[in-house]
């Protein structure tokens, strides 16, 4: 997708004119400056030096049961666990913005059971003691429900999230485009009524700070979609623009970049429509799986099978070999592990 991406920056969109609203329901929210995502980058950085502070620590206090480490190791490994309120403070500080500031409380609280959770580590490494390991246990229990309620906090207060007005058709201010929302509830649940699939297409002034705000915290701004919540899509303003040309104006480019344009922004539903559908993390596999779904939502989309078919084939043979490594695998091929129709000779599906 990333190559799409690349391929697809030296387009121009049209500009659209026809708007059809179904309902409005527009929140206020702050924009977003480039020191708020700053603030969400340093954040996630001291998540992963927390993570990686209490999996060093989790490591010497096995040693330490298995006479393997010395106590004086697990001593100092804990301590960065119980300063976590500190480092917390030094590392990121509390945020400009007001709608992230509740969230950086709960990450203060989660920071009080970080400590407790390191100090009972400390505790029961070396006494052997069955009831002082169970509650290393419960401690880091509370640790993961803490920090997944800060996260989810967090989450919440992001633009990504906010009210947005439903319209299907020309519209170029962000919303939440019902048809393609519909399309991918048949790809996924088989029906289009099955479940609320949002996919929001955003303005090319929203865009950017919707993208960088939530690549800040994720630790990856190169894409052109993600889902997210279960059950949102957020779409880059230019593949909304090419769908809209497919599905309400009947554009059925045949080559060069317009055509490139539409066998990504088919290919992007069906990449997201994977994330939400299979939970899967592994960039390559759910690019495989879209790769193999690009036909099957294009005649979802209502572009019919033959041009759904040359959708599929160019996206196959001329955007995914520039994939990144990430979103490739030698693995997705005719008769390869990946391959969701092993029976079938037809590829990509």
Known sequence: MAAAIALLAACSDERRVN?????????????????????????????????????????????VRRKARKQAELDLAVQPLERCAES????????????????????????????????????????????????????ETRVGET??????ELESSFLAVESLPIKGGNVSTSRIEPRFGRAMNKLVYKREDAAQIEVRCWSQEDWPKVKFEWGGYAGNIDFAGFAYDDFRVSVAPEYCASLVGLVYEQERPTSGLPLFRAAASVALLAHEAGHLFESETNEARTECQAVQHVSEMGRILGL????????????????????????????????????????????PG
């Open 19 to 63: 708007e059809t609203t179904l309902t409005v329901t527009r929140s206020t929210t702050a924009p977003t400056r480039s020191q708020d995502v700053a603030w969400v980058v340093l954040l996630r950085k001291w998540e992963d030096h927390m993570s990686n502070r209490g999996s060093h620590a989790t490591e010497v206090a096995d040693g």
């Open 304 to 347: 019919g099978r033959a041009y759904s078919d040359e959708l599929a084939r160019v996206y196959w043979e001329d955007l995914y070999p520039r994939n990144p490594p990430a979103y490739k695998t030698p693995l997705c091929r005719n008769g390869g592990p990946l391959d969701l129709k092993p029976s079938s000779d037809k590829w």
């Open 147 to 152: 920090l997944d309620e800060a996260q989810r």
């Open 88 to 139: 917390l403070e030094k590392e990121v500080g509390a945020p400009r913005v007001p709608r992230y500031r509740e969230s950086y409380g709960l990450f203060r609280t989660a920071c009080s059971a970080v400590a407790d959770w390191g100090r009972a580590l400390d505790e029961a490494a070396g006494a052997g003691d069955a009831e002082l390991i169970r509650n290393v246990d419960r401690k």
